[in-house]
């Protein structure tokens, strides 16, 4: 019986398929797994059983990747999930930003005592005219699960769609329109987009990565979205830009003192993926990406180790080694195994950075004296029969 600790709430609609090997529990000691969304886990000291975390959503800020990857703890997160969620915030940003809809339904809030305010608005509307988004050059920044769904949405509203994704992936290629065009200098982004939204992951190499410089490229009148992660933008540099001008509107979906109540900046409170169908899609995603870890063993959208799949094991037993990424690691784990006169049909392996993840299938029945002597090679973080 596996054990799964929830230290967010997690729609039921994903711990319900966890299936009846598996219990929800409430102490966080005694648990295998864990699903969490939001909780900071960087404080946290988790028990030695303490095989996985599963973050039901993109963003894993709020826990301690190269720490736990240390400890031989896989974290997974739900990439894509709630794509849809936050390309629809998004694309509705652009539009109230470009027709001022606040503008107009608040003075319609305002206004609700007069009643001739039929007639008032003919003449106050001309204050909230806008412009169509239809025509305008849109820079997408990243083109991920959610910036791909952002720029094909927008090619089909009629705009000029600008992508620019040093290291985007193949399948997420696939997944672009031919319309968008492709480019390779993000500063042709800054001077030639009427709007900019930015979708990247949080680096050291993105953190604060729209700066004063990046921002004094932009052409005059530009609006720029940020609905990714608020420190990848220099905010007070932003609010400045806004202040003088240049910028003609910020729209961020992360309030902090910086940027809220201020003029032509329109703030929301970390909304994008909050919706009932992202929350049940990270939900069921994040218990799939469990399952298939403790049942079988593959690791699919870690974000501290790499993409290994076995598929389901063929074989009598299987073994699975969260180890450094050093020389002679494979070397030592089938020598061990030919020591011990086990065969391995098949080993799969696979390097990220400082780690690296194998499963081995070997024809005999899996005991403690084949994972301790796994154990005690050098670099060696975790050993688990699968089964």
């Known amino acids: 019986m596996f054990k799964v600790n929830c230290l967010n709430p997690i729609a039921a609609c994903g711990t319900n398929n966890f299936g009846e090997n598996y219990t929800l529990t409430d102490n966080v000691n005694e648990a295998d797994a864990i699903l969490v969304r939001s909780a900071a886990m960087h404080e946290m000291t988790l028990a030695p059983n303490t095989i996985a975390v599963a973050r039901a959503g993109a963003g894993v800020n709020n826990i301690p990747l190269d ?18 969620g936050v390309k629809e915030l998004v694309i509705a940003a652009m539009l109230y930003g470009s027709r001022d809809i ?14 001739n305010i039929a007639k008032t608005a003919e003449k106050a509307k001309k204050a909230f005219a806008g412009k169509e988004v239809k025509g305008k050059k849109l820079g997408v920044i990243g083109l991920g699960a959610i910036g791909a769904m952002i720029a094909n949405t927008a090619i089909s509203l009629g705009m000029e ?22 480019i ?16 990247v ?23 720029f979205l940020n609905f990714a992660r608020d420190i990848l933008v220099d905010e007070e540099a932003m609010v400045k830009a ?58 699919i959208n870690s974000v501290n180790y ?13 073994i699975t080694v969260c180890h450094k990424n050093i020389p002679n690691m494979l070397t030592q784990f089938t020598g061990a195994f030919s020591k011990l006169g086990i065969n391995v049909p098949e080993i799969v392996s696979k390097s990220r950075g400082d780690y690296a993840y194998t499963i081995i299938d070997v024809d005999a ?3 403690s004296e084949m994972t301790d002597v796994i154990a005690n090679i050098e670099g060696v973080l975790r050993v688990r029969i699968v089964k």
């Not at 809220?260 to 703030?267: A, C, D, L, T």
């Open 242 to 299: 806004v202040e003088e001008g240049h910028v003609a509107k910020y729209i961020t979906d992360f309030a902090n003192p910086t940027v809220v109540g201020k003029k032509n900046i329109i703030v929301t409170p970390h909304i994008g993926a909050s919706t009932e169908e992202s929350e049940d899609n990270c939900a069921i995603m994040a218990v799939k990406e469990l399952r298939d870890f403790i049942e079988n063993g593959n690791v």
């Open 306 to 318: 790499p993409r290994v799949d076995a598929g389901i094991p063929q074989y009598e037993s299987r």
């Open 184 to 199: 390779t200098n993000v500063n042709d982004i800054y001077t030639d987009c009427d709007i900019i939204t930015i979708h």
């Open 365 to 367: 029945k899996a005991t």
């Open 102 to 115: 606040l503008g107009a339904a608040q003075w319609c809030q305002d206004n609700k005592e007069d009643a």
């Open 201 to 223: 992951p949080l680096l050291d190499s993105t953190k604060g990565m729209v700066n004063a410089e990046a921002i004094a490229k932009m052409k005059d009148g530009v609006m």
């Open 67 to 84: 720490r736990f990857a240390e400890e031989g703890v896989v974290v997974f997160n739900t990439p894509g999930a709630n794509a849809n």
């Open 161 to 182: 769609v600008y992508g620019y994704d040093p290291y985007v992936s193949v399948e997420a290629a696939w997944k672009i329109s031919r319309d968008v065009k492709h």
